[in-house]
Protein backbone atom coordinates (compact mmCIF):
# COMPACT_ATOMS: atom_id res chain seq x y z
CA UNK A 1 0.00 0.00 0.00
CA UNK A 2 1.22 3.72 -0.69
CA UNK A 3 0.29 6.61 0.87
CA UNK A 4 0.13 9.36 -1.16
CA UNK A 5 3.43 11.17 -1.83
CA UNK A 6 1.88 14.67 -1.01
CA UNK A 7 0.97 14.91 2.82
CA UNK A 8 -1.35 17.85 2.03
CA UNK A 9 0.64 20.84 5.18
CA UNK A 10 -0.16 22.39 8.03
CA UNK A 11 -3.34 24.83 9.17
CA UNK A 12 -2.44 28.24 8.88
CA UNK A 13 -5.24 29.01 11.08
CA UNK A 14 -5.75 26.16 13.80
CA UNK A 15 -5.98 28.64 16.62
CA UNK A 16 -9.01 30.28 14.81
CA UNK A 17 -10.47 26.76 14.02
CA UNK A 18 -10.00 25.91 17.80
CA UNK A 19 -12.16 28.87 18.84
CA UNK A 20 -15.31 28.31 16.32
CA UNK A 21 -17.58 25.38 18.43
CA UNK A 22 -19.87 25.30 15.60
CA UNK A 23 -20.37 22.88 12.72
CA UNK A 24 -21.32 25.43 10.25
CA UNK A 25 -18.53 28.22 11.12
CA UNK A 26 -16.00 25.10 10.79
CA UNK A 27 -17.26 24.40 7.65
CA UNK A 28 -16.96 27.78 6.70
CA UNK A 29 -13.34 28.05 7.62
CA UNK A 30 -12.72 24.71 5.97
CA UNK A 31 -14.39 25.76 2.51
CA UNK A 32 -11.42 28.41 2.27
CA UNK A 33 -8.88 26.43 2.75
CA UNK A 34 -9.87 23.69 0.66
CA UNK A 35 -7.76 22.55 -2.50
CA UNK A 36 -8.26 20.57 -5.63
CA UNK A 37 -4.51 19.36 -5.97
CA UNK A 38 -4.38 15.96 -5.54
CA UNK A 39 -0.30 15.93 -5.12
CA UNK A 40 0.00 16.36 -1.34
CA UNK A 41 3.36 16.88 -1.07
CA UNK A 42 3.45 19.75 -3.26
CA UNK A 43 0.82 21.27 -0.94
CA UNK A 44 3.16 20.39 1.87
CA UNK A 45 6.14 22.12 0.21
CA UNK A 46 4.55 25.86 0.06
CA UNK A 47 3.15 25.61 3.30
CA UNK A 48 6.25 24.01 5.37
CA UNK A 49 8.28 27.23 4.57
CA UNK A 50 5.01 29.46 6.28
CA UNK A 51 4.95 27.74 9.08
CA UNK A 52 8.76 27.92 9.65
CA UNK A 53 8.16 31.49 9.65
CA UNK A 54 5.21 31.12 12.48
CA UNK A 55 7.88 29.42 14.32
CA UNK A 56 10.31 32.09 14.33
CA UNK A 57 7.95 35.04 14.88
CA UNK A 58 6.07 33.49 17.63
CA UNK A 59 9.29 32.62 19.23
CA UNK A 60 11.00 35.77 18.59
CA UNK A 61 7.67 37.55 20.03
CA UNK A 62 6.65 35.64 22.63
CA UNK A 63 9.37 33.16 23.64
CA UNK A 64 10.07 35.07 27.33
CA UNK A 65 6.11 34.60 27.87
CA UNK A 66 5.67 32.16 31.35
CA UNK A 67 2.54 29.62 30.82
CA UNK A 68 2.54 28.33 34.13
CA UNK A 69 4.25 27.75 37.37
CA UNK A 70 5.53 24.10 38.49
CA UNK A 71 4.41 22.69 41.59
CA UNK A 72 6.10 20.07 43.41
CA UNK A 73 3.04 17.53 42.53
CA UNK A 74 3.92 18.05 39.27
CA UNK A 75 7.03 16.85 39.42
CA UNK A 76 6.51 13.86 41.91
CA UNK A 77 3.25 12.88 39.68
CA UNK A 78 4.20 12.45 36.27
CA UNK A 79 4.44 15.84 34.79
CA UNK A 80 0.96 16.25 34.86
CA UNK A 81 -0.26 19.48 34.15
CA UNK A 82 2.73 20.76 32.72
CA UNK A 83 2.74 22.31 29.04
CA UNK A 84 5.63 21.81 27.66
CA UNK A 85 5.52 20.06 24.17
CA UNK A 86 4.87 21.85 20.55
CA UNK A 87 2.20 18.99 18.83
CA UNK A 88 -0.05 20.44 15.98
CA UNK A 89 -1.99 17.76 14.48
CA UNK A 90 -4.55 17.55 17.45
CA UNK A 91 -5.34 19.36 20.93
CA UNK A 92 -7.31 17.74 23.69
CA UNK A 93 -9.50 19.83 25.75
CA UNK A 94 -10.66 18.73 29.25
CA UNK A 95 -14.36 18.48 28.85
CA UNK A 96 -14.73 18.56 25.09
CA UNK A 97 -11.88 15.87 24.06
CA UNK A 98 -9.71 15.75 21.30
CA UNK A 99 -10.22 18.17 18.35
CA UNK A 100 -8.01 16.70 14.85
CA UNK A 101 -6.94 20.35 13.48
CA UNK A 102 -9.52 21.76 15.66
CA UNK A 103 -12.34 19.27 14.60
CA UNK A 104 -14.42 17.50 17.12
CA UNK A 105 -15.26 13.70 16.18
CA UNK A 106 -18.74 14.39 15.61
CA UNK A 107 -17.50 17.11 13.38
CA UNK A 108 -14.91 14.82 11.39
CA UNK A 109 -17.70 11.94 10.80
CA UNK A 110 -19.59 14.85 9.24
CA UNK A 111 -16.87 16.61 7.12
CA UNK A 112 -14.48 13.58 6.12
CA UNK A 113 -14.82 11.25 2.87
CA UNK A 114 -15.96 8.25 3.12
CA UNK A 115 -16.48 5.08 1.75
CA UNK A 116 -20.29 4.76 1.25
CA UNK A 117 -23.08 7.31 2.22
CA UNK A 118 -23.38 8.15 5.64
CA UNK A 119 -20.94 6.00 5.98
CA UNK A 120 -17.52 6.53 8.70
CA UNK A 121 -14.59 8.59 8.01
CA UNK A 122 -11.74 6.84 5.69
CA UNK A 123 -8.39 7.17 7.76
CA UNK A 124 -6.99 8.52 4.80
CA UNK A 125 -8.88 11.69 4.96
CA UNK A 126 -8.14 12.27 8.76
CA UNK A 127 -4.04 11.75 7.39
CA UNK A 128 -4.73 14.51 5.04
CA UNK A 129 -6.33 17.02 7.65
CA UNK A 130 -3.94 16.28 10.45
CA UNK A 131 -1.19 17.19 7.78
CA UNK A 132 -2.61 20.25 6.21
CA UNK A 133 -5.33 21.14 8.31
CA UNK A 134 -8.11 20.60 5.53
CA UNK A 135 -10.40 18.61 4.86
CA UNK A 136 -9.72 17.01 2.11
CA UNK A 137 -12.39 15.92 -1.24
CA UNK A 138 -13.43 12.53 -1.97
CA UNK A 139 -10.70 12.55 -4.96
CA UNK A 140 -8.03 13.76 -2.60
CA UNK A 141 -8.36 11.14 -0.50
CA UNK A 142 -8.81 8.19 -3.21
CA UNK A 143 -5.25 9.66 -4.42
CA UNK A 144 -3.82 8.93 -1.11
CA UNK A 145 -5.66 5.60 -0.85
CA UNK A 146 -3.90 4.39 -3.92
CA UNK A 147 -0.72 6.12 -3.21
CA UNK A 148 -0.53 3.83 0.21
CA UNK A 149 -1.29 0.86 -1.57
CA UNK A 150 1.42 1.53 -3.78
CA UNK A 151 3.59 1.80 -0.80
CA UNK A 152 2.64 -1.47 1.20
CA UNK A 153 5.41 -3.52 0.20
CA UNK A 154 7.00 -5.86 2.65
CA UNK A 155 9.99 -7.12 2.16
CA UNK A 156 10.49 -11.17 3.00
CA UNK A 157 13.37 -10.24 6.16
CA UNK A 158 10.52 -8.27 8.30
CA UNK A 159 8.52 -11.59 8.05
CA UNK A 160 10.81 -13.99 9.23
CA UNK A 161 11.86 -11.25 11.66
CA UNK A 162 8.98 -11.88 13.48
CA UNK A 163 9.14 -16.26 12.12
CA UNK A 164 12.10 -15.48 14.71
CA UNK A 165 10.41 -15.13 17.63
CA UNK A 166 8.01 -18.02 19.53
CA UNK A 167 4.29 -18.16 18.00
CA UNK A 168 3.41 -17.32 21.74
CA UNK A 169 5.33 -14.09 22.00
CA UNK A 170 2.88 -11.10 23.08
CA UNK A 171 1.24 -9.34 19.68
CA UNK A 172 2.65 -6.46 20.33
CA UNK A 173 6.15 -7.41 20.57
CA UNK A 174 5.84 -9.52 17.10
CA UNK A 175 4.34 -6.44 15.93
CA UNK A 176 7.07 -4.27 17.37
CA UNK A 177 9.94 -6.68 15.92
CA UNK A 178 8.52 -6.29 12.66
CA UNK A 179 8.31 -2.12 12.69
CA UNK A 180 11.82 -2.52 13.27
CA UNK A 181 12.95 -4.51 10.67
CA UNK A 182 11.09 -2.03 8.34
CA UNK A 183 13.85 0.60 9.23
CA UNK A 184 16.41 -0.93 6.72
CA UNK A 185 14.65 0.97 4.12
CA UNK A 186 14.62 4.07 5.74
CA UNK A 187 15.12 7.35 3.04
CA UNK A 188 15.59 9.30 5.93
CA UNK A 189 19.15 7.39 7.36
CA UNK A 190 20.26 7.33 3.94
CA UNK A 191 19.84 11.14 3.09
CA UNK A 192 21.31 11.88 6.56
CA UNK A 193 24.22 9.37 5.94
CA UNK A 194 24.81 11.18 2.82
CA UNK A 195 24.43 14.74 4.22
CA UNK A 196 21.34 16.77 3.79
CA UNK A 197 20.85 20.46 4.93
CA UNK A 198 18.72 20.57 8.11
CA UNK A 199 15.73 22.70 6.28
CA UNK A 200 15.40 19.22 3.98
CA UNK A 201 14.75 16.77 7.04
CA UNK A 202 11.40 16.63 6.45
CA UNK A 203 11.24 15.35 3.31
CA UNK A 204 12.87 11.61 3.71
CA UNK A 205 11.02 12.12 6.84
CA UNK A 206 8.28 12.33 4.75
CA UNK A 207 8.74 9.33 2.70
CA UNK A 208 9.44 7.13 5.84
CA UNK A 209 6.57 8.18 7.52
CA UNK A 210 4.08 7.44 4.47
CA UNK A 211 5.75 4.11 3.71
CA UNK A 212 5.49 3.47 7.18
CA UNK A 213 1.84 4.00 7.87
CA UNK A 214 1.18 2.01 4.32
CA UNK A 215 2.84 -0.87 6.00
CA UNK A 216 1.98 -1.30 9.15
CA UNK A 217 -1.48 -3.28 8.66
CA UNK A 218 0.32 -5.51 5.98
CA UNK A 219 2.90 -6.52 9.41
CA UNK A 220 -0.27 -6.15 12.43
CA UNK A 221 -2.22 -8.75 10.06
CA UNK A 222 0.50 -10.67 9.40
CA UNK A 223 1.10 -11.29 13.22
CA UNK A 224 -2.52 -11.69 13.49
CA UNK A 225 -2.66 -14.90 11.20
CA UNK A 226 0.38 -16.22 12.37
CA UNK A 227 -0.56 -16.46 15.76
CA UNK A 228 -4.38 -16.95 15.63
CA UNK A 229 -4.90 -18.56 12.42
CA UNK A 230 -2.19 -21.04 11.82
CA UNK A 231 -0.24 -18.98 9.58
CA UNK A 232 -2.84 -18.71 6.62
CA UNK A 233 -2.55 -15.07 5.54
CA UNK A 234 -4.50 -12.84 3.56
CA UNK A 235 -3.16 -10.86 0.33
CA UNK A 236 -4.05 -7.03 0.59
CA UNK A 237 -7.13 -6.12 -1.91
CA UNK A 238 -6.10 -3.23 -4.51
CA UNK A 239 -9.87 -2.58 -4.54
CA UNK A 240 -10.08 -1.45 -0.75
CA UNK A 241 -9.36 1.57 1.26
CA UNK A 242 -6.65 1.74 4.50
CA UNK A 243 -9.55 0.79 6.53
CA UNK A 244 -11.34 -1.64 4.92
CA UNK A 245 -7.81 -3.43 3.67
CA UNK A 246 -6.87 -4.06 7.25
CA UNK A 247 -10.07 -5.40 7.89
CA UNK A 248 -9.53 -7.81 5.27
CA UNK A 249 -6.03 -8.73 5.46
CA UNK A 250 -7.44 -9.92 9.28
CA UNK A 251 -10.03 -12.05 8.16
CA UNK A 252 -12.71 -10.31 8.07
CA UNK A 253 -14.91 -9.05 5.11
CA UNK A 254 -18.01 -7.94 6.01
CA UNK A 255 -18.97 -4.70 5.41
CA UNK A 256 -19.99 -3.50 9.41
CA UNK A 257 -16.79 -5.20 10.37
CA UNK A 258 -14.81 -2.48 7.54
CA UNK A 259 -16.95 -0.11 9.05
CA UNK A 260 -15.91 -0.63 12.74
CA UNK A 261 -12.51 -0.24 11.40
CA UNK A 262 -12.57 2.80 9.50
CA UNK A 263 -14.05 4.28 12.36
CA UNK A 264 -11.56 2.74 14.63
CA UNK A 265 -8.77 3.82 12.88
CA UNK A 266 -9.80 6.86 12.73
CA UNK A 267 -10.36 8.17 16.54
CA UNK A 268 -7.32 6.40 17.41
CA UNK A 269 -5.25 7.92 15.37
CA UNK A 270 -3.94 10.87 17.50
CA UNK A 271 -4.87 11.92 21.20
CA UNK A 272 -2.31 14.99 21.10
CA UNK A 273 1.36 14.90 22.61
CA UNK A 274 1.33 14.17 26.48
CA UNK A 275 0.56 10.51 26.37
CA UNK A 276 3.08 7.51 26.14
CA UNK A 277 3.26 6.38 23.06
CA UNK A 278 2.88 10.07 21.15
CA UNK A 279 5.87 11.42 23.85
CA UNK A 280 7.75 8.63 23.42
CA UNK A 281 7.55 8.92 19.23
CA UNK A 282 8.39 12.56 19.03
CA UNK A 283 11.03 12.32 22.15
CA UNK A 284 12.97 9.74 20.51
CA UNK A 285 12.33 11.61 17.36
CA UNK A 286 14.17 14.41 18.66
CA UNK A 287 17.39 13.24 18.78
CA UNK A 288 16.62 12.27 14.60
CA UNK A 289 15.88 9.22 15.04
CA UNK A 290 14.02 8.00 11.64
CA UNK A 291 10.25 7.47 11.83
CA UNK A 292 10.72 3.47 11.83
CA UNK A 293 12.95 3.71 15.09
CA UNK A 294 10.47 6.48 16.31
CA UNK A 295 7.68 4.61 16.20
CA UNK A 296 9.00 1.34 17.01
CA UNK A 297 9.82 2.89 20.60
CA UNK A 298 6.49 4.28 20.62
CA UNK A 299 4.73 0.68 20.05
CA UNK A 300 6.75 -0.30 23.30
CA UNK A 301 5.23 2.56 25.33
CA UNK A 302 1.71 1.87 24.22
CA UNK A 303 2.71 -2.09 24.82
CA UNK A 304 2.21 -0.90 28.52
CA UNK A 305 -1.01 -2.16 30.90
CA UNK A 306 -1.40 1.71 32.00
CA UNK A 307 -1.89 2.65 28.11
CA UNK A 308 -2.66 1.08 25.03
CA UNK A 309 -2.86 -2.63 26.38
CA UNK A 310 -6.00 -1.39 28.49
CA UNK A 311 -8.44 -2.00 25.97
CA UNK A 312 -7.29 -5.67 26.46
CA UNK A 313 -8.20 -5.40 30.00
CA UNK A 314 -11.55 -4.34 29.37
CA UNK A 315 -13.15 -6.95 27.70
CA UNK A 316 -11.27 -9.27 30.01
CA UNK A 317 -12.92 -7.68 32.69
CA UNK A 318 -16.24 -7.76 30.94
CA UNK A 319 -15.70 -11.36 30.35
CA UNK A 320 -15.03 -12.47 33.94
CA UNK A 321 -18.33 -10.03 34.78
CA UNK A 322 -20.04 -12.43 32.89
CA UNK A 323 -18.73 -15.77 33.73
CA UNK A 324 -19.63 -14.62 37.54
CA UNK A 325 -22.74 -13.48 37.20
CA UNK A 326 -24.47 -14.12 33.56
CA UNK A 327 -25.20 -11.96 30.84
CA UNK A 328 -28.49 -10.83 32.28
CA UNK A 329 -26.72 -9.32 35.80
CA UNK A 330 -28.63 -6.71 37.35
CA UNK A 331 -27.54 -3.45 38.18
CA UNK A 332 -27.55 -4.12 42.07
CA UNK A 333 -25.21 -7.21 41.04
CA UNK A 334 -23.06 -5.19 38.67
CA UNK A 335 -22.79 -2.59 41.67
CA UNK A 336 -21.64 -5.79 43.87
CA UNK A 337 -19.02 -6.75 41.69
CA UNK A 338 -17.46 -3.60 40.86
CA UNK A 339 -17.17 -2.66 44.58
CA UNK A 340 -15.67 -6.30 44.74
CA UNK A 341 -13.39 -5.21 42.03
CA UNK A 342 -12.21 -1.64 43.52
CA UNK A 343 -11.88 -3.18 47.17
CA UNK A 344 -9.19 -6.31 45.81
CA UNK A 345 -7.03 -3.78 44.77
CA UNK A 346 -7.76 -3.33 41.28
CA UNK A 347 -9.12 -0.74 39.00
CA UNK A 348 -12.40 -1.22 37.08
CA UNK A 349 -10.74 -0.70 33.43
CA UNK A 350 -12.06 1.16 30.63
CA UNK A 351 -12.81 4.29 33.41
CA UNK A 352 -11.28 7.32 33.94
CA UNK A 353 -8.17 9.39 32.23
CA UNK A 354 -5.05 11.49 32.94
CA UNK A 355 -6.50 14.66 31.37
CA UNK A 356 -10.43 14.07 30.43
CA UNK A 357 -12.96 15.17 32.88
CA UNK A 358 -16.09 14.56 30.99
CA UNK A 359 -17.12 11.23 28.81
CA UNK A 360 -14.60 10.59 25.69
CA UNK A 361 -16.12 11.62 22.67
CA UNK A 362 -14.17 8.38 21.44
CA UNK A 363 -16.41 6.18 23.62
CA UNK A 364 -19.65 8.18 22.92
CA UNK A 365 -19.18 7.70 18.61
CA UNK A 366 -18.28 3.99 19.85
CA UNK A 367 -21.71 3.62 21.46
CA UNK A 368 -23.86 5.30 19.13
CA UNK A 369 -22.06 2.90 16.53
CA UNK A 370 -23.03 0.23 18.89
CA UNK A 371 -26.61 1.19 18.94
CA UNK A 372 -26.94 1.37 14.91
CA UNK A 373 -25.26 -1.92 14.34
CA UNK A 374 -25.50 -4.06 17.81
CA UNK A 375 -28.29 -3.05 19.62
CA UNK A 376 -29.11 -6.09 21.17
CA UNK A 377 -25.26 -7.79 21.78
CA UNK A 378 -25.23 -8.88 25.24
CA UNK A 379 -21.87 -7.24 26.24
CA UNK A 380 -22.72 -4.05 24.55
CA UNK A 381 -25.93 -4.55 27.13
CA UNK A 382 -23.57 -4.63 29.61
CA UNK A 383 -21.43 -1.90 28.79
CA UNK A 384 -24.08 0.60 29.15
CA UNK A 385 -24.91 -0.90 32.61
CA UNK A 386 -21.45 0.13 33.62
CA UNK A 387 -21.49 3.46 32.27
CA UNK A 388 -24.64 4.08 34.70
CA UNK A 389 -23.06 1.68 37.32
CA UNK A 390 -19.34 2.66 37.53
CA UNK A 391 -19.24 6.59 37.62
CA UNK A 392 -21.30 7.34 40.82
CA UNK A 393 -19.03 4.44 42.14
CA UNK A 394 -15.95 5.86 41.72
CA UNK A 395 -17.63 9.32 42.40
CA UNK A 396 -18.60 7.97 45.95
CA UNK A 397 -14.81 6.13 46.20
CA UNK A 398 -13.26 9.84 46.01
CA UNK A 399 -10.06 9.25 44.30
CA UNK A 400 -10.29 9.82 40.88
CA UNK A 401 -10.86 13.12 39.20
CA UNK A 402 -12.90 11.70 36.02
CA UNK A 403 -14.98 8.82 37.11
CA UNK A 404 -16.46 8.19 33.10
CA UNK A 405 -15.30 6.20 30.33
CA UNK A 406 -12.90 6.22 28.07
CA UNK A 407 -12.53 4.71 24.66
CA UNK A 408 -11.07 1.85 26.21
CA UNK A 409 -14.80 0.83 27.31
CA UNK A 410 -16.31 0.06 24.33
CA UNK A 411 -14.25 -0.88 21.80
CA UNK A 412 -13.50 -4.40 22.72
CA UNK A 413 -17.13 -5.09 22.90
CA UNK A 414 -17.48 -3.98 19.41
CA UNK A 415 -14.31 -6.24 18.07
CA UNK A 416 -15.80 -9.36 20.31
CA UNK A 417 -19.17 -8.43 18.17
CA UNK A 418 -17.84 -9.10 14.78
CA UNK A 419 -15.42 -11.76 15.41
CA UNK A 420 -12.34 -10.39 16.54
CA UNK A 421 -12.10 -12.05 19.67
CA UNK A 422 -8.42 -12.37 20.46
CA UNK A 423 -8.36 -9.48 23.22
CA UNK A 424 -4.43 -9.88 23.60
CA UNK A 425 -4.07 -8.80 20.14
CA UNK A 426 -5.98 -5.02 20.19
CA UNK A 427 -3.48 -3.29 21.47
CA UNK A 428 -1.99 -3.90 17.85
CA UNK A 429 -4.61 -2.02 16.62
CA UNK A 430 -4.49 0.42 18.72
CA UNK A 431 -0.64 0.53 17.39
CA UNK A 432 -1.41 0.81 13.62
CA UNK A 433 -4.39 3.51 14.63
CA UNK A 434 -1.59 5.50 16.21
CA UNK A 435 1.29 5.39 13.31
CA UNK A 436 -1.17 8.55 11.59
CA UNK A 437 -1.04 10.68 14.44
CA UNK A 438 2.70 9.84 15.47
CA UNK A 439 4.04 9.82 11.78
CA UNK A 440 2.12 13.10 10.82
CA UNK A 441 3.58 15.12 13.75
CA UNK A 442 7.01 13.86 12.81
CA UNK A 443 7.11 14.92 9.78
CA UNK A 444 5.93 18.55 11.44
CA UNK A 445 8.65 18.18 13.99
CA UNK A 446 11.33 18.23 11.18
CA UNK A 447 9.74 20.75 8.83
CA UNK A 448 10.01 23.14 11.77
CA UNK A 449 13.38 22.09 13.16
CA UNK A 450 11.70 21.04 16.67
CA UNK A 451 15.19 20.63 18.75
CA UNK A 452 16.34 17.87 21.02
CA UNK A 453 13.98 17.47 23.68
CA UNK A 454 15.99 18.02 27.07
CA UNK A 455 14.10 18.55 30.40
CA UNK A 456 15.85 18.84 33.64
CA UNK A 457 15.42 16.70 35.98
CA UNK A 458 16.36 16.82 39.64
CA UNK A 459 16.44 14.66 43.11
CA UNK A 460 14.36 13.86 46.24
CA UNK A 461 16.85 15.85 48.15
CA UNK A 462 17.17 18.83 45.23
CA UNK A 463 13.24 19.16 46.33
CA UNK A 464 13.28 18.94 49.70
CA UNK A 465 16.40 21.77 49.75
CA UNK A 466 14.24 23.97 47.37
CA UNK A 467 11.66 23.48 49.39
CA UNK A 468 13.18 24.35 53.10
CA UNK A 469 14.96 27.61 50.87
CA UNK A 470 11.17 28.78 49.14
CA UNK A 471 9.82 28.46 53.06
CA UNK A 472 12.43 30.62 54.92
CA UNK A 473 12.23 33.61 51.83
Known amino acids: MVFLRGVSALSRLRSRVSQQSSLSNSVRWLQTQSSSDLDLHSQLKELVPEQQERLKKLKAEHGKVQLGNIAVDMVLGGMRGMTGLLWETSLLDPDEGIRFRGLSIPECQKLLPAAKPDGEPLPEGLLWLLLTGKVPSKAQVDALSQELRSRAVVPDYVFKAIDALPVSAHPMTQFATGVMALQVQSEFQKAYEKGIPK ?12 SLIARVPLVASYVYRRIYKDG ?10 YGGNFSHMLGFNSPQMQELMRLYVTIHSDHEGGNVSAHTGHLVGSALSDPYLSFAAALNGLAGPLHGLANQEVLLWIKSVVDECGENITKEQLKDYVWKTLNSGKVVPGFGHGVLRKTDPRYTCQREFALKHLPDDPLFQLVSKLYEVVPPILTELGKVKNPWPNVDAHSG ?7 LTEARYYTVLFGVSRSIGIC ?3 IWDRALGLPLERPKSVTMEWLENYCKKTKVA
Open 232 to 241: NFIAMDDSLD
Open 199 to 210: SKYWEPTYEDAL
Open 440 to 442: SQL
Open 413 to 419: VLLNYFG
